[in-house]
């Protein structure tokens, strides 16, 4: 078989290339655990500066996330350089049909491009000699560098994976935007192989030999064919055809390249595919393991009853408005940290498949003889969440309980607290990240000090699912010495498309007897009348009109969780502006940056667009302010949430 089967990595003559061959696959690993170690690091640092922040807040220091010394002043200036290069995102199509081809940001357009050139220097280093060997030693050093890269690309792929761990992931499309390109990068490489071996026996003109003295150059073929159509079927539009019929024969097609690889390389280079079954089951282990700790409940007792169901979760369904359906999960025994996902599974609606979806809430919140409920907001699309929606609206099924699975809570998230300013940007169903994010921080302010909080609605009704808990949770804060601003636009064209006065009320206690969608009404009224008055034909709506409107019916906006307010208290100086149009999120940025003495975090949770906007103005703003480079302006903090990719 070795002798054989050498013809795919070094066969004949070319067991003279595969001690270099050999050095250059291990060189290779050696930089992939330098880069995980150098990850490690980096986070141990990054948890040693909020720590410090903590402790400087405790000692009433008035400036804690200002570098103290000349190490953390380098530190930060070179944090900065970092976040401007990596950041931006300068190229992005708006047009629906060529919008998965915009290029990625800046930082991950960077990282491909590196890996890219490492690669390329593999393929071509000591290889291109022209002498009688010339495409036998760059078909074996393409074959070599191609199944090195494979258990790479598995131990990219996973929901629960070491590469997430390691780099301190905030969910798995953090890492997985890497094994899509790392797959394609393989197939680049494997084209070469094959291209040159091919080329080297049509020259020779003995390829019809090849093929019936060699069964493993058909294996070979075979591998190169499977792993092109799970590049071509991973790209978006293909994906999001049909996703459960995606993910499907994803699996399948990839054990089908596992067995056509192993039988296609010499037993010398097998550990390659052994590797990446290893990944793989650690994956498929480790995902199992959580899923039946979570789930699984029969030795789980609480006064000789059993705390919930024995398997899965009871969970109720309520249809909102704008699409959304909102997912309350009760009797969840286990916590979780603000912006972290589960993911989700309906055995009614789907039995195998399991999506990811982000908790809008914090433990605290409905805790009761040790435990939690989960709530999730999730904008229906298509299909999981659009039978998920049908489902909730379904009359014969809406009073009954439906069980669920969950598997969680997942993602490595920052500390929201140490930082001076707090910039919470989110559209549509992204509210559900930057909402726990505000109650955390307004439970636990430690360095913060300002917060704006902006929330983009595409109709004024969407505005239902969040409006009440955005009002409890800036009412219910103790901490007194932070000042809160909550932004709500709504930005349907049908509305004022640039609105610039709109209507600023000041925060109160609400009334918990009250209906929770008053604000939403007001602002439908307030559109109608407007629009029927012909106030928004140069893109304004009277401030006065507004604001009346609003100050009649906040009295009536109530809280349906009472217990969210059993320490309330009324805070004046907080505000809550509503306006129709897109808001100009630079000025926003720019106001509470200029105005900062410490660190400012943006946080975006959104559609490419949102965070494409978002991280431009951040990159120019820390550019234009020449920040940690010796004028005196403090560091911008981008964490970026998306979802739709």
Sequence with gaps: MDEMSGMGMDMGSGGMFKPHNRMLARTDWYIIMGLFALALVLRGIRAFEARS???????????????????????????????????????????????????????????????????????????????????????????????????????????????????????YMDVNWMHRWVSRTLLVTVTIHGAFFIREWVRADFFSLELEMMPMVKYGLGMWGVLAWMNISSLLPLRRLCYEFFVLQHIVSNAVFLWLLHTHVPAYAAYNVWMAVAFVLLNRVSRFSVFLYRNV???????????????????????????????????????????????????????LESHPFTISNLPEEG??????????????????????????????????????????????????????????????????????????????????????????????????????????????????????QINIAVTSKDTSAGAKNAATVELRTPSSSSSSNGVSNTLLKTQRQSTEKGDFGNGTIRTQSVTKSIAEEEATVGITDKEECSNCHTRRGNTMYYSFGRPNLGDSIRDTVETSTGETSIVVCGGRSLSSTVRNCVASLSDERAVHKGTGAQGIHLHVEGFGS
């Excluded at 029969?298 to 899965?312: C, L, N, S």
């Excluded at 040790?370 to 659009?386: K, N």
């Excluded at 969680?408 to 930057?434: D, H, M, Q, R, Y």
């Design 53 to 171: 922040r903590r402790v400087l807040q405790k000692r009433s220091l008035p400036h804690p996330t200002r570098p103290g010394n000349f190490v953390s002043q380098a530190y930060a200036t070179m944090v900065t350089i970092f976040r401007e290069l990596s950041y931006p995102q300068p190229i992005l199509f708006s047009h629906p049909w060529i919008a998965w081809t915009s290029p990625p940001p800046a930082g991950q357009s960077l990282s491909i491009l590196i890996y890219c050139a490492i690669i390329t220097l593999f393929l071509t280093i000591d290889s291109i000699i022209q002498d009688a060997y010339y495409f036998e030693r760059i078909a074996f050093r393409a074959a070599w560098v191609s199944v090195t890269q494979v258990p790479l690309i598995f131990l990219l792929a996973g929901k629960i994976n070491i590469a997430g761990f390691l780099l301190g992931a905030s969910s």
């Design 367 to 484: 805790h009761q003889n040790g435990l939690s409920r989960i709530e999730l907001v999730i904008r229906a699309r298509s299909g999981f969440t659009r039978r998920l929606l049908q489902r909730a609206r379904s009359a014969h099924i809406r009073s009954r309980a439906t069980t669920v699975f969950v598997s969680g809570p997942f993602g490595k998230l920052p500390a929201w607290n140490t930082c001076e300013n707090l910039v919470l940007i989110s559209a549509s169903t992204g509210a559900s990240f930057t909402l726990s994010i505000l109650k955390a921080v307004l439970k636990d302010p430690c360095c913060v000090r300002n917060i704006r909080c902006i929330v983009l609605v595409r109709h004024a009704a969407h505005v239902e699912g969040y409006l009440p808990r955005l009002l409890a949770a800036a009412s219910c804060t103790k901490a007194s010495e932070v000042k809160l």
């Design 297 to 351: 409940s029969f030795w789980k007792r609480d006064g000789g009853q059993p705390r919930r169901r024995p398997v899965g979760f009871s969970a109720e369904l309520r249809d909102l408005a704008g699409e959304t359906t909102m997912v309350t999960i009760s009797k969840v025994g286990f916590s979780w940290k603000p912006g972290q996902h589960i993911f989700l599974s309906c055995p009614a609606i789907a039995p």
